[in-house]
């Protein structure tokens, strides 16, 4: 018995060379919400708009660093920190004067240069990916308005996050701490927040809305999709594209938690390659991904 596949794709299938590094951008706006401190006083106040950007590589290795199980051991929360080449760099810009905070490789352990945090239980809980640069695990700062002295700590830090509401809900931003997966799950974002501190007292918070979030890979190349359909007889999904012979292929599909996942791989043997894979549901979206 046959059924009906309803199957999503582009003119252009989205095509990023795999290797051990890939760049990912965040830009958002929001607003300040407090400021203290005599020269923060002077450069931002209470409601002024806020402009966030930020970059890092996503390939870095991560460290699991808290993990809690049920009586079934079956994992219901997670921590993973990834400290070491994430290349990270956050923009702030409040009105004239703009904060740039610079990490390559921070050290294990807080302030968790990256932080991902999946939890799978309802209650109070939250998916939470946050971002810090901070003098003291490594950080630079070539932008910093504001006087600063020796004994100052400066850091800039940005958390995006979803609660849960209700007893029975869940989380839903994140279903890993997978760093690769935590900008594509972008749309699931229900709360963002930042602050700019020089690590004495001096400080402006602010907020950012999820609305604004936008992310990206610059990296990402377009390779045209010649041909998608559904073959009803044996149930495949059968995907067409331009090829480099000897290139290996790898077909993904966008999952539940709004990831990309490994559905299947080729190496092609022409300057077209046809490859059938099985479909996981009623409606997927494919993309095709070429190896380095």
């Known amino acids: 018995?046959?059924?009906?596949?309803?199957?999503?794709?582009?003119?252009?299938?989205?095509?990023?060379?795999?290797?051990?590094?890939?760049?990912?951008?965040?830009?958002?706006?929001?607003?300040?919400?407090?400021?203290?401190?005599?020269?923060?006083?002077?450069?931002?106040?209470?409601?002024?708009?806020?402009?966030?950007?930020?970059?890092?590589?996503?390939?870095?290795?991560?460290?699991?660093?808290?993990?809690?199980?049920?009586?079934?051991?079956?994992l219901f929360w997670q921590q993973e920190e990834y400290y070491q080449s994430v290349n990270l760099d956050i923009v702030i810009t409040?009105?004239?004067?703009?904060?740039?905070?610079?990490?390559?490789?921070?050290?294990?352990?807080?302030?968790?240069?990256?932080?991902?945090?999946?939890?799978?239980?309802?209650?109070?809980?939250?998916?939470?990916?946050?971002?810090?640069?901070?003098?003291?695990?490594?950080?630079?700062?070539?932008?910093?308005?504001?006087?600063?002295?020796?004994?100052?700590?400066?850091?800039?830090?940005?958390?995006?996050?979803?609660?849960?509401?209700?007893?029975?809900?869940?989380p839903s931003y994140l279903d890993s701490t997978d760093l690769t997966c935590v900008s594509q799950s972008f749309t699931r974002i229900t709360?963002?927040?930042?602050?700019?501190?020089?690590?004495?007292?001096?400080?402006?918070?602010?907020?950012?809305?999820?609305?604004?979030i936008r992310t990206r890979m610059p990296n990402l190349e377009l390779v045209e999709l010649r041909e998608v359909t559904y073959d009803a007889e044996f149930d495949e999904v059968v995907l067409r594209w331009g090829s480099v012979p000897g290139k290996f292929y790898v077909i993904q599909y966008l999952a539940e938690d709004l990831c990309w996942r490994e559905k299947s791989s080729t190496q092609a043997q022409s300057a077209e390659t046809t490859w059938a894979v099985l479909p996981s549901g009623e409606t997927e979206l494919y993309r095709i991904v070429e190896e380095e």
């Not at 407090?34 to 806020?50: H, N, Q, W």
């Not at 703009?98 to 809980?125: C, F, M």
């Not at 004994?151 to 849960?164: A, G």
């Not at 709360?191 to 604004?212: K, Q």
């Open 191 to 212: 709360a963002a927040r930042g602050f700019i501190s020089s690590g004495s007292g001096d400080i402006i918070n602010f907020t950012v809305d999820p609305e604004s």
């Open 1 to 74: 018995m046959s059924r009906h596949i309803t199957i999503l794709f582009s003119l252009f299938a989205l095509v990023t060379l795999f290797s051990n590094a890939a760049e990912v951008e965040w830009n958002a706006t929001g607003a300040v919400n407090v400021v203290r401190g005599e020269d923060f006083l002077s450069m931002a106040a209470s409601g002024d708009p806020v402009t966030v950007e930020l970059r890092y590589n996503n390939g870095s290795e991560g460290e699991i660093f808290r993990q809690i199980f049920d009586l079934n051991d079956q």
């Open 94 to 170: 409040i009105g004239l004067h703009t904060w740039r905070g610079t990490l390559e490789s921070g050290s294990p352990g807080p302030p968790y240069t990256i932080e991902v945090q999946d939890v799978k239980v309802a209650g109070d809980t939250v998916d939470r990916f946050r971002l810090t640069v901070a003098e003291d695990d490594g950080g630079s700062f070539p932008l910093f308005p504001g006087e600063l002295v020796a004994t100052d700590n400066p850091r800039i830090q940005i958390e995006f996050s979803d609660s849960s509401v209700g007893s029975d809900a869940v």
